[in-house]
């Protein structure tokens, strides 16, 4: 069992940058591949940056390749969504995810769920 909760979101101003974390419990947290999230009002969730266990491999949507940096330490449980250069489009609820299976931008295939932190970008 895998707990995850996310922290970091606010209320931001375009062009401005902010860190989101996703802390997990359990020891096998290095054994899981993760994954951020998005969901915005009247939307589906959508794939934004997915991340391999051990943290060599990295993966983005386009729509934030280049902004959006995803890292994690597990030394300390965590894993991280730096975004720089935001925009009024990036305004969603951002959730984590584990997953036990490789690389994939699907939500069904992920197995744990953090509760979601908002992030509102104003223009």
């Known amino acids: 069992q895998v707990q995850l909760v996310e922290s970091g979101g606010g209320l931001v101003q375009a062009g401005a940058s902010l860190r989101l974390s996703c802390a997990a419990s359990g020891r096998i947290f290095s054994t899981y591949g993760m994954g951020w999230f998005r969901q915005a009002p009247g939307k589906e969730r959508e794939f934004v940056a997915g991340?391999?266990?051990?943290?060599?491999?990295?993966y983005y949507a386009d729509s934030v390749k280049g902004r959006f940096t995803i890292s994690r330490d597990n030394a300390k449980n965590t894993m991280y969504l730096q975004m720089n250069s935001l925009k009024p489009e990036d305004t969603a609820v951002y959730s984590c995810?584990?997953?036990?299976?490789?690389?994939?931008?699907?939500?069904?295939?992920?197995?744990?769920w953090g509760q979601g932190t908002q992030v509102t970008v104003s223009s």
């Open positions: 991340i391999s266990s051990s943290g060599i491999a990295t």
């Open positions: 995810a584990a997953r036990r299976v490789a690389h994939t931008t699907k939500p069904a295939e992920y197995d744990y």
